[in-house]
Nanobody, 127 residues
């Protein structure tokens, strides 16, 4: 049974940094494209970054994340990360880890139905 457990959220001042982690268990991690998504109060869920099962440079970022956020994965640790720098109050949201349902699935789909989801971790950026 797949489990996705996020950690690393918290309260940070604007301009600060946080690193989120997502530990996956229950399936062979290296086979699956992974993603970070977020949802702010009253807003739709937004895919922040997606990293292909291929790893490396096979990454897609939302415009809001480009230049500030870095997604990465460590297949040996079954863990995905999101390094967030230069945080802004508008980055405040619940951040969710997601794993594609299908293995070896290329592309950067932003269809929520194609993913399994973690419980989320709260990130709050104060001004």
């Amino acid at each position: 049974q797949l489990q996705l457990v996020e950690s690393g959220g918290g309260l940070v001042q604007a301009g600060g940094s946080l690193r989120l982690s997502c530990v996956a268990s229950g399936r062979t991690f290296r086979m699956y494209t992974m993603a970070w998504s977020r949802q702010a109060p009253g807003k739709e869920r937004e895919f922040v970054a997606i990293i292909s099962w291929r790893g490396g440079s096979s990454i897609s970022y939302a415009d809001s994340a480009k230049g500030r956020f870095t997604i990465s994965r460590d297949n040996a640790k079954n863990t995905m990360y999101l390094q967030m720098n230069s945080l802004k109050p508008e980055d405040t949201a619940v951040y969710y880890c997601a794993q594609r349902r299908a293995p070896y699935d290329d592309g950067y789909s932003r269809d929520e139905k194609e993913y399994y989801w973690g419980q989320g971790t709260q990130v709050t950026v104060s001004s």
